[in-house]
C-alpha cells in the first residue's frame, strides 16, 4: 500500500502565486516537480491543489466581475455588451435573427434596455 502524499504549504502557496500570475497549470507542475512531497503525476497534483487554484480563480473573477458591472452601469458600452453576453446569454447574431429589420442604432438600443432591465434600472428620463 503507497502512503498518502501530505499536502505541502509551499507547493500551496506557489501555486496560488502562479495562478494569480496567470502561468498556466502546467508550467507550475513542473516548477514544483523538485519540491519536498511534490506530487509526480496531475492527477495527484489537481487533487491536492485544486482548492487552492479554484479560490484564486474565484477571488479575480469576482474582482473582474465587479469592475465590469460598475462600469456597465456607468455606461460603458463595452462592459454593457460584455455582461450581457456573459450573464444574460445575448449575442449580437441571436439578437439579428430574432429581428430581421432594424438599424443598428436599434439594436444598440435593445442591447443597453436589456442591460438596464437586467441591472434593475429604469431606461426612462426621469
Known amino acids: ?6 499536502k505541502n504549504p509551499n507547493i500551496a502557496r506557489k ?9 498556466s497549470v502546467q508550467q507550475i507542475f513542473k ?14 497534483f489537481y487533487k491536492l491543489y485544486r482548492g487552492d487554484m479554484d479560490a484564486v480563480k474565484f477571488s479575480i473573477d469576482a474582482e473582474v466581475g465587479k469592475t465590469v458591472i460598475q462600469q456597465a452601469r456607468e455606461g460603458d458600452f463595452k462592459s454593457q455588451e460584455l455582461y450581457l453576453r456573459s450573464r444574460a446569454g445575448w449575442s ?23 442591460l ?6 429604469s431606461t426612462e428620463e426621469e
Do not use: C
Open 15 to 23: 501555486v496560488r502565486e502562479g495562478i494569480e500570475g496567470g502561468v
Open 1 to 6: 500500500m503507497s502512503k498518502k502524499l501530505p
Open 92 to 114: 449580437p447574431s441571436s439578437h439579428v435573427q430574432e429581428q430581421e429589420v432594424g438599424t443598428e442604432d436599434e439594436e444598440t438600443e435593445g442591447a443597453v434596455n436589456a
Open 116 to 121: 438596464m432591465a437586467a441591472l434593475g434600472k
Open 31 to 44: 516548477s514544483v516537480l523538485n519540491m519536498k512531497d511534490a506530487p509526480q503525476s496531475y492527477t495527484t
